[in-house]
């Protein structure tokens, strides 16, 4: 099974489709190619994200090639996750997680038991 498949790569012309009227909750990672912790945060997505399949819809924005969106959205630094839920964001993390930490977050994301942590 091809691990990435599970994770959608949103343009800023994508976005609106992909994350915004997504019809299921949404965890976009924002990321460049030369930061070392977002490349350490992509490894991680791909190896929760198959588990994730059909409960929460996963999308990666390189920030190098698409800074309107995350202009927008305030992203002072990467990695940073924004949780979305019918269109509008919920949390933001910065920062890279482990694995089980990601995956905790992300199921309370798909049940919608959100914290502040």
Do not use: Y
Not at 47 to 73: F, S, T, W, Y
Not at 85 to 114: C, F, Q, V, W, Y
């Amino acid at each position: 099974m091809d691990r990435t498949a599970s994770i959608v790569h949103a343009t800023d012309s994508t976005f609106e489709k992909e994350v915004i009227q997504s019809d299921r909750p949404v965890m976009v990672d924002f990321w460049a190619p030369w930061c070392a912790p977002c490349l350490t945060m992509g490894e991680t997505l791909e190896e929760v994200a198959p588990k994730m399949d059909g409960r929460v819809k996963i999308v990666k924005i390189n920030v190098e090639e698409n800074q309107k969106v995350a202009a927008q959205l305030g992203i002072r630094s990467i990695p940073a996750l924004i949780f979305f839920k019918d269109g509008k964001p919920l949390r933001m993390i910065s920062g890279a997680l482990p694995a089980r930490s990601l995956r905790e977050a992300l199921d309370r994301h798909a049940e919608g038991t959100h914290d502040t942590r």
